[in-house]
């Protein structure tokens, strides 16, 4: 469940910006499979991937944050 909200959070903002998945995934410097599992809720994102998420569509972790989390 906690992993969907991540996913969604991301995959929303990375839209909003305008980045494919393909383009995203190469930003932050992970594989395109490994973000479609993210975005899908499948796999976690650690700590480096949402910091450097973060980073690449210059907002502050907390907006990445699902708010249970906050």
Known sequence: METE???KRIR?????KGYTQIS???A???SVS??????????LPSEQVINKA???LNIP?????????S
């Open 24 to 26: 995203f995934a190469r």
């Open 54 to 56: 973060s980073i690449e």
């Open 61 to 69: 972790v907390q907006e990445l944050t699902p708010k249970e989390y």
């Open 5 to 7: 909200k991540w996913g």
């Open 12 to 16: 929303a903002y990375r839209k909003l």
């Open 34 to 43: 490994v973000l479609g599992e993210i975005e899908r809720g499948s796999r």
């Open 28 to 30: 932050i410097g992970i």
